[in-house]
Structures are given as C-alpha cells and as structure tokens.
C-alpha cells in the first residue's frame, strides 16, 4: 500500500554522495564550517544591520530605553531628505545611489568584454606551460594590496603620469588630460581591480566545453561570431552569470577604489555610506544606506537572471 507520495529520485543523493567520497569526520567538518560561513559571517551581520537601520539615532545611555522604538526615518530620509529639503525627493543621495548602480553595471561588462576573449584563450586554446604562465601573470599583480594598486593607478592617470607623457610625446593631445574629472581612472581602475572574479567563473565554464562542438559548427560554415553567440555563450552562461553577479555587487559597494581614483564629481554610493557612519556620527542612517544599496544592486541582479534566464543554482556551476 502506498503511504504517501514518492521522494523524488536524487533527493537525498548529494549528500549520500558526498560523505561517501570525504567520509563522515571530513564531511560534516566542512558542513559545519561553510554552515558557520554563511549564518555567523554573513547572514547574522546583515541582519544586525537591518534591525540597527530601524532605530532611532540615540546616545548609547538611551539605547534600550523607552525612546528606543523602530521607525522608517532613515529610510524616508533617503527618499525625501530632510524637512528643510527644497524639492520633494533626495534627489542628491538617489541620483549618487543611481550613478553607482550604473557605474557598475558598466564595469561589469567591461570587464566581461576584456576577460571573455582571455578566459577562451586559456580554456581551448592554451595547454602545458603556457597555460599555466597565462594563470600566473593573472594572478601575481593581485599578491598587492587593493590600496596599493588604486595609488598605483592614481600615479599612472596622473597628471605627470606615464599615460599623460605617452599622450604627449606621440602628439594626440596638447596639454595633459584630467583623467580623474573625467572618471577614467575610476572605471579603470574598479576594472582590473574585479578581472580575475570575472576570468575564473568564465573559465571554469569553458573549461568543460567540448570542441567538437565548436568543430563541427565551423565544418557547417558558421563564422566565428556565430560559433560564439550559439555555441560558445549560450554554454558558458553560468560563468558569465556569475562573474557578472560578483563584480556588479563589489563594484556597487567598492569603497577604496573611489575615495583614491574619484574625482570631484564622482561620488560612490558608499562614501555617502562612509560619511554617516564616521563624520556624521549617524550609525543608524548609515545601516538603512547600506541595506538600501545591498536591496538595490540584489533586485538588478535577480531581474537580470529572470531576463536572460539564468537560474540561481546555476551560478554555482
């Protein structure tokens, strides 16, 4: 007699599988620590952080007094600014968080246009030494300190920088160009700062394509663009979807990179995030910014997964 529906095939056949092939100690050891990983590190700060963006601003003797009650003030002060705001909205603190958001979506495609191509190279293409001198020269220059290599791109972008004098010296401008004003340094820099996020998911996925593949859509006639845009992408989709998804979300909240390649009129989301929490003294206001940025950049990626079909398990292909 059948007493109750059937447990669908494959339910339970991961982690049978995967004690099976670390055994019981190895297994719930990595269990117990990716579970503490994610409860203790990620999920138990961000949710400290909400409940602390819904309380009011208060000196630590009145923390936990009767004052001390839930309110959206922080959060209505991102959407409509103080009482003495001249316009109806924060139309300075949205329009930064909305220049940020795009910032790094740009970014983010940047540098899948740079690092594609490259993740290609050493996936199909590259065998032996040279495969792994290409893995080498990728990964060495991050051995340096983030900081370090946004000053070195502050010098590179400077005025009386190497690119200035290269610029100079062949005659394509007259006089040294204000690479920061115009947020070149910025883009470069949050650029490289995320390709190796962008190269390793690429080529992870591309690694498993099979070339025959690729062979037989050239015996049939198809051009390389082609060969890429149904053969080549459509299979490295989750890679591309989670390199996307990671140098979106670090570029959104990267606070190093802009506070040293900024210029005047380059104001990141998370300086404002910054200022709240240090100059303004206003930790609460600070939270609501940060969950408001950590909701917004989430709600553009998962609208991007459901546009281009991507499922979430697949970003851990």
């Known amino acids: 007699m059948n ?8 339910t339970f056949a991961w982690p ?10 190895l297994g719930a050891s990595v269990l117990v620590l990716v579970g503490f990983w994610i409860l203790a590190l990620v999920l138990v700060p961000q949710l400290a952080m909400a409940d602390f963006s819904f309380r009011p601003n208060l000196p630590p003797t009145e923390q936990g007094g009767p004052r001390d009650v839930y309110t959206l003030e922080h959060y209505e002060y991102l959407v409509r600014g103080g009482a003495g705001g001249e316009g109806e909205y924060n139309t300075v603190d949205l329009a930064v ?7 790094a979506l740009f970014v983010a495609a940047v540098d899948l246009a740079i690092c594609y191509p490259i993740a290609f190279l050493l ?11 290409m893995m080498v020269l990728l990964v060495v220059p991050f051995w340096l300190n983030e900081i370090l290599r946004a000053f070195a791109f502050r010098i590179l972008f400077g005025t009386s920088g190497l690119v200035n004098d290269v610029l100079l010296g062949v005659g394509a401008v007259e006089e040294p160009m204000d690479f920061f004003r115009d947020n070149v340094a910025l883009y470069s820099g949050l650029t490289y700062a ?6 390793f998911p690429l080529y992870n996925a591309l690694e498993h394509l099979d070339k025959s593949q690729i062979e037989a859509a050239r015996d049939m006639g198809a051009s390389w663009l082609r060969v890429h845009w149904r053969v080549v ?11 996307c998804a990671m140098v979106f979300m670090l570029s959104a909240g990267a606070l190093a990179t802009p506070q040293i390649l900024g210029g005047p ?3 990141w989301f998370t300086q404002i995030i910054y200022q709240w929490f240090n100059t303004g003294n206003n930790w609460p206001r600070g939270s609501a910014y940060a969950i408001a940025l950590l909701i917004s950049a989430l709600v ?4 991007a997964m459901r546009v281009f079909k991507v499922r979430l398990r697949d970003l851990g292909k």
């Open 97 to 103: 968080l909305g220049r940020t958001l795009l910032a």
């Open 16 to 25: 049978r599988a995967f004690f099976a092939r670390y055994g019981a100690g």
């Open 233 to 243: 992408i459509p299979f490295a989709k989750p890679g591309i979807s989670s390199g």
């Open 123 to 133: 996936a199909q293409s590259a065998h032996g030494g040279f495969a792994r001198l």
């Open 265 to 267: 009129s380059s104001l």
């Open 300 to 303: 553009l990626v998962l609208v």
């Open 3 to 10: 007493s109750g529906p059937a447990t669908p095939p494959g």
């Open 194 to 199: 995320f390709v190796l996020l962008m190269v």
